[in-house]
C-alpha cells in the first residue's frame, strides 16, 4: 500500500508542474491581470496565491512520495 501511495503522490506532484506553469502563462497574460495603470489586479493576485499553493503541495507531494517509495 505504502508503495501505490507514494505512485500516487508522484504522479500528483508531476501533474502540478506540468499544468500550473503553464496556466500562469495564461493569467499573466490576460487583459484583466493589469489595471490601466499597468499595477497587477486582484485576479492577478488570487491566481497567483492558487498557483503558488498549489506548486507548494506538489512539491510537499513529491518528497513525500520519494520517502515512501525509498526510505
Known sequence: MAIFAGIVLLLNALY??????????????????????????RFFTVHAVLIGAALVIAAVSAVAGIGLLFF
Open 16 to 41: 502540478n508542474v506540468i499544468v500550473w506553469p503553464r496556466f500562469w502563462k495564461r493569467v499573466a497574460s490576460d487583459p484583466r491581470a493589469r489595471d490601466e495603470a499597468g499595477r497587477p489586479t
